[in-house]
């Protein structure tokens, strides 16, 4: 299975700061790697897919580059409703798989 | 807008079958491009996806190894919907259990999740 290691676990960040998040794949999967935020007690939801394409309806301070095994999501100006857990996926081949997942604090 | 209402009961005995329906409106289980998935979470493994149905011209199913002996997904199309059977749980099979929709070959992110189900599992 392919594995997915994000970092860092946990960032405490203040509003308007740059959040960078990275993703590390186990083996090359082009760019078939999706990013998703989750708010404590609702369901994940998508925010850029292939690595680099907004979701629609996304914010525009949301954006993701890389390919091969090394990925990033940033997100620019922090909001405070940015405040959640964002993980990446890999669709690659399955199973498909998860990261463990970043949580971000808003101080 | 496609939408995804998931049924089924929170507490499952152990050793028992977990059994969970999703429900979809504004697309069609039997889409010739989505594909319908189940994923787990929980504290301690995090998100794991554990299988999918999807139709090709026939039904096609992929189940994660680590459940591949005890999980059944199918579709009926008569009620536009799909389930998850779980056979055997124990204690780890305790997690928030979402149905999610795919776009299959190209759009192969999940756009779309249910609101998700706790399952826990105790006698």
């Known amino acids: ?107 | 807008q496609v939408q995804l209402q998931q049924s089924g009961p929170g507490l499952v005995e152990p050793s028992q079958t977990l059994s969970l329906t999703c429900d979809i409106s504004g697309d069609s289980v039997s889409s010739n491009s989505a594909a319908w998935n189940w994923i787990r979470q929980s504290p301690s493994r995090g998100l794991e996806w554990l299988g999918r149905t999807y139709y090709r011209s026939k039904w096609y199913n992929d189940y994660a190894v680590f459940v591949k002996s005890r999980i059944t997904i199918n579709p009926d199309t008569s009620k536009n919907q799909f389930s998850l059977q779980l056979n055997s749980v124990t204690p780890e099979d305790t997690a928030v259990y979402y149905c999610a929709r795919d776009g299959g070959v190209g759009a192969l992110y999940f756009d779309c999740w249910g609101q998700g189900t706790l399952v826990t599992v105790s006698s």
């Open chain 1, 1 to 107: 299975d392919i594995v997915l290691t994000q970092s860092p676990d946990f960032r405490s960040v203040t509003p308007k700061e740059k959040v960078t998040i990275t993703c590390r794949a186990s083996q090359s999967i082009g760019s078939s790697l999706h990013w998703y935020q989750q708010k404590p007690d609702q369901s994940p939801t998508l925010l850029i897919k292939y690595a680099s394409q907004s979701f629609s309806g996304v914010p525009s301070r949301f954006s993701g580059s890389g390919s091969g095994t090394d990925f990033t999501l940033t997100i620019n100006s922090l909001e405070a409703e940015d405040a959640a857990t964002y993980y990446c996926h890999q669709s690659s081949t399955l199973p498909w798989t998860f990261g463990q997942g970043t949580k971000v604090e808003i101080k």
